[in-house]
Nanobody, 115 residues
């Protein structure tokens, strides 16, 4: 059974930092393309950052220079280091794994940035 478990969310003041982690099990992590998405109530889930199995990294414009995605295949874990956080970064952050034709999601972790 595939599981993605996120951790590291919480409440932080604007300008602060958080590091999210997502640990995968039941999957060949090293060949998965991994990504972080976020969602606020009433809006669609949106891509934040992605790291492919081969190491290619992409960011959406609104996090470039502030967020860093990385992966540790020895720990089956993908990270999202978030810095210079803004109130508009408040959302539930979800881990995503693309494994062959399948798409897997974690349950999400809440990030709240106070002004």
């Amino acid at each position: 059974q595939v599981q993605l478990v996120e951790s590291g969310g919480g409440l932080v003041q604007a300008g602060g930092s958080l590091r999210l982690s997502c640990t995968a099990s039941g999957i060949r992590f090293g060949i998965c393309d991994m990504a972080w998405y976020r969602q606020v109530p009433g809006k669609q889930r949106e891509l934040v950052a992605a790291v492919a199995s081969v190491g290619t990294i992409d960011y959406v414009d609104f996090v470039k220079g502030r967020f860093t995605i990385s992966r540790d295949n020895s720990k089956n874990t993908v990270y999202l280091q978030m810095s210079s956080l803004k109130p508009e970064d408040t959302a539930v952050y979800y881990c995503n794994a693309k494994y062959f034709d399948a798409n897997y999601w974690g349950r999400g972790t809440q990030v709240t940035v106070s002004s």
